[in-house]
């Protein structure tokens, strides 16, 4: 499978617990997005990634929040103390450099906090 | 502004008929505009998009028509299949370079046997 990757796809966690999500995106973009999508509604923007640089947080994107792309390869979001808020579908996107191009979408890490 | 209003939330449709799902939007900076369809557990999958020099698109089944005056744009989906029961979402990207993509609500598609 040459698509987005996302593992865990499912995460049980306790509130106040510190979870990662990994992604790996299509081989060959350098580009690397991550979107939140809550039940009933459309993803929400979290960051962007060219390469291993990141470029544009949202002001979703809390304190508690974390996002890395070492080596512009694989991402990781990181979500420390965990709050029953942050239950969601944590969606990772990839695309090709330049201009806008169609962005693939990962099945996505459901998590739930407890 | 920075919203996309998307209609309606659910729509039946009978095998064989036409879908039509609508969206609104404010900011005339937007000049991208994808369609996305998502199954359940699944990720959003691009289906068509459309930029504002155009004011239709057609993809096989699928077609976007595009007012740029009216700010609106909606999917026609022709001779709907119960494979096509799914949530699409309409999206705009504000000219940022990259795929800032802000999603509206979603409709939930049930295309009746």
């Known amino acids: 499978d040459t698509g987005v990757s996302q593992d865990p796809r499912h995460k049980i966690t306790k509130r106040g617990q510190n979870v990662t999500f990994r992604c790996d995106p299509i081989?060959?973009?350098?580009?690397l997005y991550w979107y939140r999508q809550t039940l009933g509604q459309g993803p929400e923007f979290l960051t962007y990634?060219?390469?291993?640089?990141?470029?544009?947080k949202s002001r979703l994107l809390s304190d508690r929040f974390s996002a890395e792309r070492p080596k512009g390869s694989f991402s990781t979001l990181e979500i420390q103390r965990t709050e029953q808020g942050d239950s969601a579908m944590y969606l990772c996107?990839?695309?090709?450099?330049?201009?806008?191009?169609?962005?693939?979408f990962g099945q996505g890490t459901r998590l739930t906090v407890v | 502004q920075q919203q996309v209003k998307q209609s309606p939330q659910s729509l039946i449709v009978q095998k064989g008929g036409i879908s039509i799902i609508n969206c609104a939007y404010e900011?005339?900076?937007?000049?991208?505009f994808p369609w996305y369809q998502q199954f359940p557990g699944k990720g959003p999958a691009l289906l068509i998009a459309?930029?504002?020099?155009?004011s239709e698109k057609k993809e096989g089944r699928f077609t976007i028509s595009f007012n740029k005056s009216a700010k609106q744009f909606s999917l026609h989906i022709m001779d709907s299949q119960p494979g096509d029961s799914a949530t699409y979402f309409c999206?705009?990207?504000?000219?940022?370079?990259?795929?800032?993509?802000?999603f509206g609500t979603g409709t939930r598609l049930l295309v009746s046997p």
């Open positions: 996107a990839s695309s090709l450099g330049q201009g806008v191009t169609e962005a693939f």
């Open positions: 081989s060959e973009h350098n580009r």
């Open positions: 990634f060219q390469n291993e640089a990141q470029l544009e």
């Open positions: 900011n005339t900076a937007f000049d991208y």
């Open positions: 459309i930029r504002p020099d155009v």
């Open positions: 999206a705009a990207d504000p000219n940022t370079g990259f795929q800032k993509l802000v």
